[in-house]
């Protein structure tokens, strides 16, 4: 046999093993740098996990702890050697969350499970302390491990309640209190109510916070005005109103009249974040005043009445000056006097107040067609009130001139006679009251009494008038007679004749 073919295979041979021997030796190389990355990896993952600042856990399937932080050492009170791989997360929840958090652990490992990835529970400590913790927890992809981040919110937890405690002690003072609280933000939220503004207003509390104050509880004829003053207010483009006076609407559509104390609330900067106000129900309060007050005007213009029914003979001049008495002392905003004749046929009439805007209810009473105050009055000898003009008189020409308004009417009658009716028209809130009444029927009664005395005297001078003309008569006829007789005397006795 050849030794070249030998030699030729032997050098073939050591060079495909150098060959192999330095792919090799390359692939021992990267293995080498790859262990040293995933090694880096490894090593930057832990000090991320190290120093997360908070404390957190990897959690294997089966409930074990495989690995936990410095923090989780700190919050539990165990070593990692005492927890990593010995421990499970279900040594440190209570018997009341645990039922909870362990289906959010096996539908968390699911293909398609849903659970919660934020949450509360209540932690024990190696010591038995119950700790509120907030939990962050999420899977690691491709594999069936969790990672959860815990933090300790008991110390948040206690100031929480203590404000709450706080808030629901000074909430409790409020609503003992006998006046209106209310806290709006400056966007005109409501943030704080009392129950003394519930009451007032007549919704529940939760009707109330979170509501604009403006856009649901002022009337709409002021909204413009308060939006206003308020806007600028927060702008400090004007003073704070520390008192004023406005309506607000309730629940039922009623409007309270309210008086307010203000003050503003600051932040730390001294910014205004809202403003807090004090309020007083003082509509009643007003309606007394304003009902005092309107009486003394009616009182005057009674007296006023009262002193012109004595001067004042004519009755087309009585009915005017009635009239316009009644409205000069501003105790009626508008008068007006029909008189009717036996067919219930107008007479006459006098009016304050309304002007042109009389006419058609004039041309109405001509044709015998009378209001249904009128009607009713006629029918009776108590003030007529129409509460509701609009649905009970919407055909009556003066419907417009009661608009906010109500009217008293009441015939005039004396001594079982009629002369027709009066009607006046006053604020709205007064037209059931019983003194008001009393008083408009009190004038009615000497307005009456003052048309029959004009009538009686009328008569009473017709009298004289037909007694003189008799007596003249009489005195024509006895004059005649007593000539007669005597020239009848001269002709029987012709001696005397001349004498």
């Not at 700790?131 to 690691?140: E, Q, R, V």
């Not at 203000?262 to 807090?276: A, P, R, V």
């Not at 067919?343 to 249904?372: D, F, H, N, Q, R």
């Not at 001139?401 to 007064?430: D, W």
Request: net charge positive; glycine share 6%; charged share 35%.
């Amino acid at each position: 046999m050849s030794k070249k073919p030998i030699l030729k295979e032997k050098e073939t041979f050591k060079l495909y093993s150098e060959h192999l021997v330095q792919e090799l030796e390359k692939k021992m190389l990267d293995l080498e740098k790859s262990n040293k990355r995933e090694k880096e990896l490894e090593e930057g993952y832990k000090t991320v996990f190290e120093n997360t600042g908070t404390a957190t856990v990897v959690i294997e399937e089966d409930t074990v702890i495989s690995m936990a932080n410095t923090q989780f050492e700190k919050l539990s009170g165990y070593s990692k050697n005492e927890i990593e791989n010995k421990m499970k997360w279900t040594d440190f929840v209570i018997p009341e969350d645990l039922e909870k958090m362990k289906k959010y652990h096996i539908a968390r490992r699911k293909t398609k499970g849903k659970a919660a990835t934020e949450y509360e529970f209540h932690f024990i400590d190696r010591k038995g302390n119950i700790k509120d913790i907030f939990l962050k927890i999420g899977m690691i992809p491709g594999i069936k491990k969790s990672v959860a981040s815990l933090m300790d919110i008991t110390e948040r937890k206690k100031a929480n309640e203590k404000i709450k405690q706080e808030k629901d002690k000074a909430q409790q003072y409020l609503n003992i209190s006998l006046i209106m609280f209310i806290v709006i933000d400056k966007k005109g939220i409501v943030t704080l109510v009392n129950k003394k503004t519930c009451e007032i207003l007549g919704y529940e509390e939760n009707e109330i916070v979170g509501k604009n104050w403006i856009k649901n509880f002022i009337p709409k004829r002021f909204k413009k005005e308060v939006n206003s003053t308020f806007k600028k207010i927060l702008a400090s483009d004007m003073k704070p109103v520390e008192y004023h006076e406005n309506a607000i609407l309730t629940k039922s559509g009623e409007e309270r009249l309210i008086s307010w104390h203000n003050s503003f609330i600051k932040d730390k900067n001294g910014n205004i974040t809202g403003h807090l106000s004090s309020g007083e129900d003082i509509t009643e309060r007003k309606k007394a005043e304003e009902k005092i007050k309107h009486l003394n005007l009616v009182l005057r213009a009674i007296r006023n009445v009262n002193q012109l029914i004595v001067k004042e003979k004519n009755r087309e001049r009585l009915l005017k000056g009635v009239c316009n008495n009644l409205i000069k002392t501003r105790g009626y905003y508008n008068v007006w006097i029909a008189l009717l004749d036996k067919s219930g046929k107008l007479e006459t009439y006098a009016e304050a107040g309304l002007g042109k805007a009389i006419l058609p209810m004039i041309e109405t009473v001509k044709k015998g067609e009378l209001t249904v105050c009128g009607q009713k009055a006629l029918k009776q000898q108590e003030v007529v009130t129409i509460k509701d003009p609009a649905s009970t008189c919407p055909e009556c020409p003066l419907i417009k001139q009661h608009s906010n308004r109500r009217a008293m009417t009441i015939r005039l009658e004396y001594s079982g006679k009629v002369y027709g009716f009066m009607s006046v028209c006053i604020p709205a809130h007064l037209v059931d009251d019983q003194e008001e009444q009393s008083l408009f029927k009190e004038v009615a009664e000497d307005i009456s009494f003052a048309l029959h005395n004009i009538e009686t005297e009328e008569k009473h001078a017709q009298l004289e008038e037909e007694l003189e003309e008799n007596f003249e008569k009489w005195q024509k006829a006895l004059d005649g007679t007593i000539k007669a007789i005597a020239m009848m005397a001269e002709m029987k006795d012709p001696y005397t004749a001349g004498h």
